[in-house]
């Protein structure tokens, strides 16, 4: 079973897919993460996708698609997708290659997720993400790693990744709302909840 998320930065993916990871034994893949992991070393791609991501704008869709494609001749089957596809291209570039069987879009108001945002802690080493009014140390419970604050994180740079989404990804929404597995869910309730719901959805209770 292949499975991709969609929804406004902030709007529970990175939590969610955590949480389906483990209890469904996803290979997952987050295109932000695998380019946050990219940018912590100093090369010159990883200056290029640094250029991108620090101020929220899309990396290009041919260096995006290369990096899922070595991801995808590792895993065939099992994939859960966080953060990709991220407009039609990558969208239409996705179903030349695997089969969607669950599409979830997680949804959120604009002022959610800026107020998310600004309260969004990320572990440095293994990228699960915190809510730091929350927590009360910056050390990762997962891990160990230190809890800091992405580079993208903050109030300007989330408006613009949010304009982008609504300009870019969410067209996306309407290519796939008509397939069977498409399924939408209020990504203003607890995460508990969402999770519940999602979980409902890929062991077809719903
Ligand atoms: P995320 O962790 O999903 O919020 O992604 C962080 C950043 O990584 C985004 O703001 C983009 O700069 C970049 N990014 C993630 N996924 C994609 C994608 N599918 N296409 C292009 N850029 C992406």
Redesign the pocket.
Known sequence: MNIILIGP?ASG??TQAEKLKVKFNFNYL????M??EIVKQDTELSNDIKS??NV??????EL?IRL?DEYLKKFDDNILL??????LF?ANELDKRINIDYIIEITASKDTIVKRIVDRGVCKNCGKNFVISKTKTNICDACGGEIIKRA?DTVEIAES?YN?YLQKTYPIINFYKDRKGYHKIDGEMSADEVFDQICKILEKKI
């Not at 966080?82 to 407009?87: A, E, K, L, Q, S």
């Open positions: 930065p993916k990175g987050s295109t932000g993460q380019f946050r991108y991501i929220g704008k899309l990396v290009p869709d995006t899922v966080d953060g990709f596809p991220r407009n990558q993208d990744r982008d």
